[in-house]
């Protein structure tokens, strides 16, 4: 990963803004932005999870007021503890994925995607 160019970093964030689409994987599509810059697929995971980190604590960040309002109060324990069981599995899922690319591919994942979409295509269509 230290032999990521500033050029081939850029890249990837352009792979990854294809996210904005609907139904693409931010993660994903980052991934094979650093796949098709060279990287191996465990740098490309850890680049595209290294991406992540300042994005969803930004995020959570700017929506921290709305959680200390009288009308959330009821659920506030609720979306607490959703929280930290969601970053306790983000934490893992993580984990699990680095590693998996140490010695596999994304190749079942994207022919998931493709059948998955192909067929939502066809449904919805």
């Known amino acids: 990963m230290a032999a990521l160019s500033p050029l081939d970093a850029i890249g990837v964030g352009f792979a990854q ?10 993660a994903g599509l980052t991934m094979v932005g650093g796949l098709w810059r060279g990287l191996e ?10 991406l992540a980190t300042p ?9 921290l007021p709305e ?22 599995c983000s934490w893992l899922a993580v984990r699990y994925l680095e590693r998996h690319f140490r010695t596999r591919t994304l190749l079942p994942f994207a022919s998931y995607c493709i ?6 295509i066809i449904r919805f269509v």
Do not use: D, Y
């Open 41 to 50: 697929h465990e740098h490309a995971a850890k680049f595209a999870f290294l």
């Open 115 to 120: 059948i998955a979409g192909t067929l939502s």
């Open 17 to 26: 803004a294809g996210a904005l689409l609907t139904g693409f994987s931010r």
């Open 55 to 63: 994005t969803i604590p930004g995020a959570g960040l700017v929506e």
């Open 67 to 88: 959680l200390a309002e009288p009308r959330i109060a009821a659920i506030r324990g609720p979306v607490l503890l959703g929280a930290f069981v969601s970053g306790t």
